[in-house]
């Protein structure tokens, strides 16, 4: 007999002894509770009882599983451990002081790709005798309003200035900002681009009250933030007088742990997450630069080139040069983890910078795009064999003879090491050479182009270098959509057998 049975043999023993017709409507009143009051009582007892019995096994397996646990564990840096991927907004800095007709093509094929542009438009640099030299961007207004993604216009105030000088900045601020406005290009925002010392945050965050004081309510107010910032006292009042941040984690802090170190990088992540109560983003590298090691350290060539002596004078020591480049495939698993991060403020992130056509320490845009969007990353250099009409009227030459150049392109979006050898097919060849690096020569109908290697006797040889420069004998690589000419031949057929990889 169940619980409820029992219950309500009890009821009818001590309540109903009149005759055996009560006992029939107690049964059928039984099966029907609702028709009962009493019963309808014992029966919401009996659920309480029920519902407390399970509350109190929950609550000693949540006790017994809390002693089960380490009595120190920090799980604010337990963030990705079971964190679906989420969408986080891409955007990109257009940083060119001089705009040209690549930078129309630039903003049109990466629309598909990045959803925000900020710009460059204001930078003002500091001058010996005190006063700071500003200079704006001659952005091309049609080509900005063409594009339908928000545009934060970017103003750059160089580190090295002395002191902020509040209302000449803020002036030309509002001056650009009513400009653009007047020119028919809407800003969703400004972003103070300042790599302030950390002992000068607090006048910095003087200047930014004062400055979101008076922008327009409709902008929002940026700042790009240095991971140095992050341990200063002073670093977390900047939120309230700020709507965004941008942490930068790319810079050349030591030569030899490149332009980008991951796992450091991350940890900034963390650090900022714990600290910030505003949105934020990450700004991550697309670009190389170029360091050069002199006796009292190293020196930075990024966008503009620096003139460097062949020779440190104070040692009289050859200078060191080496190129940096941020890696892709080390950034695509970086953005794959940020897609991974629990943090709510984690906006997205920004890409420094977007490549125009010609420019060489910055990754091709496809690149660019194949990080961002998790793409499979590969190279794909192939061979192509032009032919030309063979104008040349030497006395011996075949009249069915052409000239070939042989070009090597990189179809792929990643770069890639030149192959150690190519082996062609040729028939009837009166003349052939090989350029940028390669050598050519021709055996028994076939011709092959070959790269050499160093040999052991070359390196031991190699000039001393220090530990920032590069290996002088490493493979050259061919960038994506990279073309490069490594000879011509005059034959009367020429085929491609083989292309090996270095």
């Known amino acids: ?21 009560h006992y029939r409507r107690f049964q059928f009143k039984h099966f029907e509770p609702k028709r009962s009051e009493s019963l309808q009582e014992i029966h919401r007892i009996l659920s309480l009882l029920l519902r407390l019995s399970k509350l109190v096994a929950l609550s000693f397996g949540l006790v017994f599983l809390s002693a089960c646990q380490p009595a120190n564990q920090d799980t604010s ?39 925000g542009v900020r710009i460059l438009a204001l930078q003002a640099h500091p001058k010996p005798n005190g006063a700071d030299i500003w200079f704006e961007v001659q952005v091309n207004h049609a080509w900005l309003q063409a594009d339908p993604r928000p545009k934060v216009a970017v103003i750059r105030l160089d580190g090295q200035l002395t002191r902020l000088n509040n209302r000449e900045v803020i002036q030309k601020i509002l001056a650009l900002v009513r400009d653009w406005q007047a020119k028919g290009t809407n800003l969703a925002g400004i972003e103070i681009d300042h790599d302030s010392a950390s002992s000068k945050l607090a006048a910095y965050n003087a200047f930014l009250r ?69 949105p934020f983003l990450i700004a991550l590298p697309s670009y190389g ?51 991974t991060f629990a943090d709510p403020r984690l906006k997205g992130m920004i890409w420094f910078r977007l490549p125009l056509e010609g420019d060489k320490r910055v990754w091709p845009l496809s690149t660019l795009i194949a990080v961002a969007q998790q793409q499979p990353l590969a190279p794909h250099i192939e061979l192509e064999i032009l032919s030309q009409a063979n104008t040349y009227s030497a006395q011996h030459e075949a009249p069915g003879s052409h000239l070939f150049q042989l070009v090597l392109v990189n179809k792929g979006n990643l770069a890639g090491k030149l192959p150690s050898q190519l082996s062609l097919a040729a028939q009837a060849c009166s003349g052939y050479d090989a350029q940028n690096g390669y050598q050519a020569k021709l055996t028994q109908g076939t011709l092959v ?54």
């Open 1 to 21: 007999m169940d619980l409820r049975s029992r219950y309500s043999t009890l009821f009818h023993a001590k309540r109903f002894h009149s005759s055996r017709s």
């Open 77 to 115: 840096s337990i963030k990705t451990a079971t964190t679906a991927p989420r969408e986080l907004s891409q955007e990109v800095y257009v940083w060119q002081r001089q705009w040209r007709n690549a930078n129309q093509s630039a903003l049109v094929e990466s629309q598909n790709a990045f959803n």
């Open 210 to 278: 004062e400055l979101k004081s008076q922008l327009p309510h409709t902008l929002k107010l940026s700042i790009t933030s240095l991971p140095a910032w992050l341990s200063s006292p002073e670093f977390p009042p900047l939120f309230d007088n700020i709507d965004e941040l941008v942490l930068q984690i790319h810079s050349v802090s030591d030569p030899r742990l490149g332009l980008f170190d991951a796992t450091q990088g991350w940890q900034w992540v963390e650090q900022l997450s714990r600290l910030a109560k505003v």
């Open 289 to 339: 630069s170029a360091v050069y090691s002199t006796a009292s350290g190293y020196r930075v060539e990024s966008e503009v080139p620096m003139r460097m002596p062949l020779a440190d004078t104070a040692s009289s020591q050859h200078l060191a040069h080496q190129e940096l480049m941020a890696d892709p495939q080390v950034l695509q698993s970086f953005v794959k983890k940020l897609h």
């Open 449 to 502: 182009w070959q790269l050499p290697q160093a040999t052991s006797t070359e390196r031991a040889t190699a000039p001393a270098s220090s530990q920032f420069a590069p290996n002088l004998f490493s493979a050259v690589e061919l960038s994506p959509n990279g073309r490069r000419v490594i000879g011509w031949a005059r034959c009367e057929s020429l085929h491609l057998q083989g292309i090996y990889a270095p």
